[in-house]
């Protein structure tokens, strides 16, 4: 059973890749209760400013494997993604300054990334 953490009005579920905790544009434009599409062209406008291997992961079903529909809830029918780390989710939605951005980023920092930070104190 896949872990699922509460953000907002919204549930999420968790997903890892390289073992750190990622999130997709739909997520985002989900949680943020954007319309679709919104992160990703957040994402494309700006993305001379993202690093590679840092701020995402550009995925394939070779590099994920036969789960890549439904692990990271891409189409069927894509040849690859995008998975947003902290660092690049915190970059996307710095043009939204809504209320319920805030609160939003707030709460994906301090429960869902925070993971990433427990994880790396443990080890």
Avoid: C
Avoid at 38 to 48: G, Q
Avoid at 110 to 118: A, D, I, P, Q, S
Wanted: aromatic residues 14%; without cysteine.
């Amino acid at each position: 059973m896949q872990e699922v953490v509460k953000i907002g009005n919204n549930d999420l579920q968790v997903k890892l890749y390289k073992g750190q905790r990622v999130v997709t544009f739909k997520d985002i434009d989900r949680v943020h209760e954007r319309e679709t599409e919104t992160a990703k062209y957040r994402f494309r406008d700006n993305k001379k400013h993202f690093i590679s291997g840092i701020d995402y992961f550009e995925v394939t079903r070779d590099d994920v494997g036969a789960n890549f529909a439904t692990t990271y809830g891409f189409s069927n029918k894509a040849p690859k993604g995008i998975l947003v780390t902290e660092s690049g989710y915190l970059m996307i939605v710095k043009s939204f300054t809504d209320d319920l951005a805030w609160k939003v980023q707030r709460d994906l920092v301090n429960t869902y990334f925070k993971f990433n930070e427990v994880v790396q104190n443990f080890n």
